[in-house]
């Protein structure tokens, strides 16, 4: 299968945009198509190889729905990502729970702008978007199936061979393409309509002075790890949880001892949507999270060096500090994208 790469682009509705006050003609956005958002950075992936369609974001989204990717048909991709989370698990689930009500080791992510990822899940274990619902199928605690099953299993069904004909034009489903498929829905995962989105651009959108106060403060607190308009800066830092650990992180992967206890920095994009927090799901509320770095934090070796100042360990927050931030954080909820209708299952 040949590797396409990320790419990325906003969701349009269907309607009709005037070119103009004048009575000229209107065109039709096309609902399908990726833009990139004008304050986003460019994507990763690119669609030279997997190019959007219609047929093939409607078997994208039929499979994600469809507990048939599962061992005994009880659990599906939307199990631990939800829409009105932002695709992120339930907040009942601290941990994502798959087949036979298993319970994960993490707590499922948001999959929102997967386009624009160098590396995927908490620990970065795997690089290429199209591979990511391999773990997920085969994992014991997920879907508990194998991928060679999968492939059997839709090739028995009439439904979904002729599904995987309009969308690929190929009469046998095989693997590459119930990947691509799969990307091309999570592709469309764009959100980037928020408060905060729209005050950028200048679209009309304005902040509250509160919410300035946060984004200044935010800025200067947290503005090292979370960056840019994903609010990531896709490093992977140990954020001073704990000083010892069940789950090493990052080290799962690069097996090396200073990689111990380190965890993807996430986006907050959405993050008001998308508790508990933390790879353990460790705090409820963002005002636990906060109270971590404030006054919390443990050391172990491997602790981010951005943490480590003459008075110990943190960053110095009052709760004014806090309660600006919060503010600020609670403008990066995008309500178009968690009601979109595109998204809906059929």
Same mark, same amino acid.
């Not at 009500?101 to 707590?107: A, F, K, P, S, T």
């Given at each position: 299968?040949?590797?396409?790469?990320?790419?990325?682009?906003?969701?349009?509705?269907?309607?009709?945009?005037?070119?103009?006050?004048?009575?000229?003609?209107?065109?039709?956005?096309?609902?399908?198509?990726? *833009?990139?958002?004008?304050?986003?950075?460019?994507?990763?992936?690119?669609?030279?190889?997997?190019?959007?369609?219609?047929?093939?974001?409607?078997? =994208?989204?039929?499979?994600?729905?469809?507990?048939?990717?599962?061992?005994?048909?009880?659990?599906?991709?939307?199990?631990?990502?939800?829409?009105?989370?932002?695709?992120?698990?339930?907040?009942?689930?601290?941990?994502?729970?798959?087949?036979?009500?298993?319970?994960?080791?993490?707590?499922?992510?948001?999959?929102?702008?997967?386009?624009?990822?160098?590396?995927?899940?908490?620990?970065?274990?795997?690089?290429?978007?199209?591979?990511?619902?391999?773990?997920?199928?085969?994992?014991?605690?997920?879907?508990?199936?194998?991928?060679?099953?999968?492939?059997?299993?839709?090739?028995?069904?009439?439904?979904? *061979?002729?599904?995987?004909?309009?969308?690929?034009?190929?009469?046998?489903?095989?693997?590459?393409?119930?990947?691509?498929?799969?990307?091309?829905?999570?592709?469309?995962?764009?959100?980037?309509?928020?408060?905060?989105? *729209?005050?950028?651009?200048?679209?009309?959108?304005?902040?509250?002075?509160?919410?300035?106060?946060?984004?200044?403060?935010?800025?200067?607190?947290?503005?090292?790890?979370?960056?840019?308009?994903?609010?990531?800066?896709?490093?992977?830092?140990?954020? =001073?949880?704990?000083?010892?650990?069940?789950? &090493?992180?990052?080290?799962?992967?690069?097996?090396?001892?200073?990689?111990? =206890?380190?965890?993807?920095?996430?986006?907050?994009?959405?993050?008001?949507?998308?508790?508990?927090?933390?790879?353990?799901?460790?705090?409820?509320?963002?005002?636990?999270?906060?109270?971590?770095?404030?006054?919390?934090?443990?050391?172990?070796?491997?602790?981010?060096?951005?943490?480590?100042?003459?008075?110990?360990?943190?960053?110095?927050?009052?709760?004014?500090?806090?309660?600006?931030?919060?503010?600020?954080?609670? &403008?990066? &909820?995008?309500?178009?994208?968690?009601?979109?209708?595109?998204?809906?299952?059929?």
């Amino acid at each position: 299968m040949t590797s396409p790469v990320v790419y990325w682009a906003c969701l349009v509705l269907t309607v009709f945009v005037s070119c103009s006050d004048e009575d000229e003609p209107t065109l039709p956005v096309n609902r399908y198509e990726f *833009r990139v958002p004008e304050n986003f950075p460019q994507p990763i992936y690119t669609f030279d190889n997997n190019p959007v369609t219609k047929a093939g974001f409607d078997l =994208g989204k039929a499979l994600f729905y469809d507990p048939i990717l599962s061992r005994d048909g009880s659990a599906s991709c939307n199990n631990c990502h939800i829409q009105a989370t932002a695709f992120a698990d339930s907040p009942v689930h601290p941990l994502s729970v798959g087949v036979d009500n298993r319970l994960g080791i993490r707590n499922a992510p948001p999959l929102t702008n997967m386009a624009f990822f160098p590396e995927f899940f908490w620990d970065g274990g795997v690089t290429h978007l199209d591979f990511v619902p391999i773990n997920a199928i085969e994992a014991d605690f997920e879907l508990d199936e194998t991928v060679e099953n999968v492939v059997a299993k839709l090739n028995a069904n009439k439904k979904y *061979r002729d599904m995987f004909r309009d969308a690929f034009d190929i009469e046998e489903v095989t693997l590459p393409y119930t990947l691509y498929a799969l990307s091309q829905f999570t592709n469309m995962m764009v959100s980037a309509n928020s408060k905060y989105d *729209r005050y950028i651009r200048n679209e009309g959108g304005s902040l509250t002075a509160l919410e300035l106060e946060g984004l200044a403060t935010f800025s200067e607190k947290c503005g090292a790890c979370h960056s840019g308009e994903l609010f990531t800066d896709f490093s992977y830092r140990n954020n =001073g949880l704990d000083s010892t650990f069940a789950d &090493t992180g990052r080290n799962r992967i690069t097996a090396l001892n200073s990689d111990i =206890g380190k965890f993807r920095v996430p986006s907050l994009r959405n993050v008001a949507l998308t508790a508990p927090y933390m790879h353990n799901a460790r705090f409820k509320t963002l005002e636990e999270v906060l109270d971590h770095y404030d006054n919390g934090m443990v050391y172990y070796e491997t602790i981010d060096e951005t943490f480590v100042n003459q008075n110990g360990l943190g960053i110095d927050l009052e709760e004014t500090d806090k309660a600006a931030i919060i503010a600020f954080l609670n &403008t990066l &909820t995008d309500f178009d994208f968690v009601q979109d209708t595109l998204f809906f299952r059929n």
